[in-house]
């Protein structure tokens, strides 16, 4: 599943001037969602984040460390695509040691750290990944001259997330369950994204599912499909297993085996001839002692002839290249 809602956790973060000697006293430390915590064991005076930002919500990490700082964090549940820090600079050019601290957490109960982009002054910055180091803070730092500007614009930037060939992925309402769980990262055919992996539908007992694409064209076409099964079942048994029949407008394409709790088992058909406006793909189970149908996503790709040109030679030539390259990709996301 591809997530429109950014979720940028802990943004603990202090500006420094760039001094042999530092002077405390001379830091800006802001301590991201607190109420207020004036001195620390360091005896550095915490700043709340409320005059620097005017989105997000404060909340507190459920797993909490032995640093005050990091117990709090602000949350960005809407759907922007960034949220910026606005910070006054002491002069218009000088260098600064800016300094991000991160924490998950786990402050939604939900076990996903985000993923983010941070950018200074519309520039990027770093890709910010809070599951690293074990779920333990842990910190960003640079040092960044101000080049005639009076302050700071530090914002967090959702990642569009399609994976490394920048698909458009997007969710399809269906009848059948839906179900998440903890999919390996192993690298599979096509790069899907991780988050793609993580959810998936699944039929009531034996029953098939079925899943209907709509196509660009009536006529016939040649079409490429890519199903991604993901094992979301019991975590606790590694052995589970689930033997699919794979059909296309009721036509046989064959068995499919998905083993291992969270691995995701790539099927790729190509080329498989159909005809629009919508074909019918269809998972049911090949024995009784097989596991329910689950998938986490497809792709289907089409491609048509345009047709030969009347024309000049020249343009024959661009008729048959167009036909090569024309293609259409439908994306269902469960």
Known sequence: MLSSQVKLNH????????????DTSRWLSIDCGADGLPFDDDLIIWDTDDGYI???????????????????????????V??????????????YIIRLGFYYGNYDGL???????LFINHVKWTTVDTS??????????????NEKSGS????????????MYNRIWSKDATPYTRVTGFPDFNTYENNPPITILEDA????????????VNLPQSTQQSAYIVLYLTNLGNPFDSNQ?????????????????????????????????????????TLSLADEFSLPPMISAMEVFTKWDTGPSKSTAAAEFFSFAYSLILLCMLVLVV
């Open 54 to 80: 005017q989105s997000g919500l404060n909340e507190l990490v459920r797993t909490k460390t032995s640093r005050n700082e990091l117990n709090t964090l602000r949350a960005f549940p809407d759907k922007a």
């Open 152 to 163: 700071f614009k530090i914002c967090l930037v959702q990642i569009k997330d399609g994976g």
């Open 132 to 145: 690293i180091n074990n779920g333990l803070p842990f910190y960003e730092e640079i040092i960044y001259q």
């Open 11 to 22: 943004i603990c973060w202090l500006i420094q001037l760039n001094s042999a000697e530092p």
């Open 241 to 281: 297993t689930t033997t699919l029949k794979f059909e296309i407008n009721s036509q046989d394409q064959g068995t499919v085996n998905s083993t291992g709790n969270g691995k995701t088992t790539v099927v790729a058909k190509y080329p498989v001839t159909v005809s629009g406006p919508t074909i019918n793909i």
């Open 82 to 95: 960034e949220h910026c820090y606005n910070v006054s600079a002491v002069t218009q050019t000088i260098r």
């Open 111 to 117: 076990s996903k750290p985000p993923r983010f982009d």
């Open 201 to 212: 539908i699944v039929a009531n007992g034996s029953d098939p599912i079925t899943l209907i």
